[in-house]
């Protein structure tokens, strides 16, 4: 999958209409209709884009099938 169908994916997954992500990310309507037209493989976006679909940049770009935008404690000790 490319960075548009990542996206598209996701917000079938968190229930989210691409106005909704536009709003919560701050990326203009035509900047997400250009990445999702063109499925590019990247963006200066992203960040965004990955935060407000509560992912990391990473899954979106392909790097990686977790979804998951939390840094999950894997047993490091914080002292």
């Not at 968190?14 to 919560?24: F, P």
């Amino acid at each position: 999958m490319n960075l548009a169908d990542r996206i598209r994916t996701r917000l079938g997954e968190v229930g989210m209409s691409q106005a909704e992500l536009c709003r919560r990310s701050g990326v203009p309507q035509s900047t997400l209709n250009s990445i999702l037209q063109r499925g590019t493989r990247s963006s200066p976006h992203l960040i965004k884009l990955a935060t407000a679909l509560r992912t990391t940049p990473a899954y979106l770009l392909g790097e990686t099938d977790d979804r998951d935008s939390e840094v999950a404690d894997r047993g490091i000790s914080h002292e």
